[in-house]
């Protein structure tokens, strides 16, 4: 399946700081791809080179083309949702979301109607009067009206309210299956679990892992509990079963529980 | 062209309140002159005698008792102050209002280049500068057709035609800030424009610092210089229009290569 985001050893850094040191990743066409990683690992630097606002070394290619050279032919095929959402504030919803149709050179207007609907977007209201939810919701219509072959989507369910996060889901999974290609960054795994099938953890500006979620959730942590002499006792064990067993052994407990470890735990393994 | 729209009807409001007060402050006074003219002739005489003060204002040129010299040295520092003022915050603000306002990512992930955001932004601040003194113009014609004047029409083409070059020189020396600045840097646009200001009344007094006429627009859009006759100063103009082209492509490459803040 061809690549339509290729990253390649794209170092970015701010003077002394570091933004993203040396990373490289690929996603196919099709894929709902998910991009981990706690605050300050270099996500929004990574999707910000990505889209041409960063000066980078090394090389990004989407949907076949140069993000350096060739912005503006990508950003036409590019729907993004960043995770602040900001707008002009004293516009109104609907002059925005016509705004950005308008700069697409695209009549958008049935799909604006449609995602309007479907998120219970207030399109009268001014931008200032909404909440940041309602400004996700509005980032939203803007990054998926012209039905782009790519949705970059930076932590897009922080601020949604549940029935929005699932309204929002539907709407990704619906474009998805018409052929666009997700990329978001999320902090939220269980969401993460539930509709990504490939992933990439970042942490401190470097790649730790890129695999499917399946096979990042599979792993050889367990999780243990131990019962001796009336005391429960916890401990993690990462390594060949067989070297657990001989440490039970020598504990000798009166009883034992081995779990897998939840994805959140996996993951906090990679974040600690 | 929708981002001219756009910023057009962002700008209006200020544009407007601009526009109007010094519009009608110019044109007010000009309406007041009749009722000004008994008491002007003797300040006139006065101020004509105060030396290097009467030479800071262009009223050692041209007595303050006549409606072309009140209107040359009085009513168009209003209109040059005004118009550099609303230049000057204009140009400050249309670039780096999107970083402070965190728009940026919404406008900069469209489907333009930086090239677009930076022309259009620019045709903006022309189009912007050019309705403030066609309004302001317009309305100084009006006062001066309900007082029953005549203008002298050559001379006031001339001063505003080369106020209007001194206003795109200000805007854009403050676009170039705008372009370069993640913040609205609207003081120093404010401060700027008045110093410019305060560098041509410093050449007008002073021998000593008549170079700064190289550095200050004023100097070559001084109506009182114009009215009176004096020597033209169409080759500071050229350096003013010089100055402008080198910040503009100045600010574009800048605003080409940087990196843009969320």
Known sequence: MAHIIEINNVTKTYGKHRGVDDISFAVEEGDIFAFLGPNGAGKSTAIRSMLGMLQYEGNIRILGMDARTQKTEILKEVGYMPSESMFYPTMKVKDVICFAADMHKKDCSEEAVRLCETLQVDTGKK????????????????????????????????????????????????????????????????????????????????????????????????MVKVWKDGREEHFTHDGPISALIHKLSAMEPEDVLIEEPSLEEIFMQYYD | MTLLKQEWKMNFKSLLIWTLCVGICCSGCILMFESLEDSMAEMGQMFAEMGSFSAAFGMDKMSIATLTGFYATEISIIFLLGGAMFAAMTGAVLLSKEEEGHTMEFLHTMPVSRSYIYLWKYVTLLLLIMVFNVVCIGLDVVAYVAIGEEITMAEFVEYHLLALVMQIEIGSICYLISAVCRHKQIGLALGIAVLFYVMDIMCNIMPDLEFLKYFTPYYYAN?????SGGDSRMGLMFLGLAVTVVVVILGGVVYHKRDMSA
């Open chain 1, 127 to 222: 931008i200032q009067e909404l909440s940041l939810g309602n400004r996700k919701k509005v980032s939203i219509v803007c990054a998926m009206q012209h039905q782009p072959k790519l949705l970059i989507l930076d932590e897009p369910t922080s601020g949604l309210d549940p029935l929005m996060q699932d309204s929002f889901f539907r709407l990704l999974q619906e474009a998805n299956k018409k052929g666009t290609t997700c990329f978001l960054s999320s902090h939220v795994l269980s969401e993460v679990k539930k509709y990504c099938r490939n992933a990439a953890i970042i942490k401190e500006g470097k790649i730790l892992k890129v695999d499917t979620v399946e096979n990042l959730s599979r792993t050889n942590l367990r």
């Open chain 2, 223 to 227: 109506a009182a210089q114009i009215y």
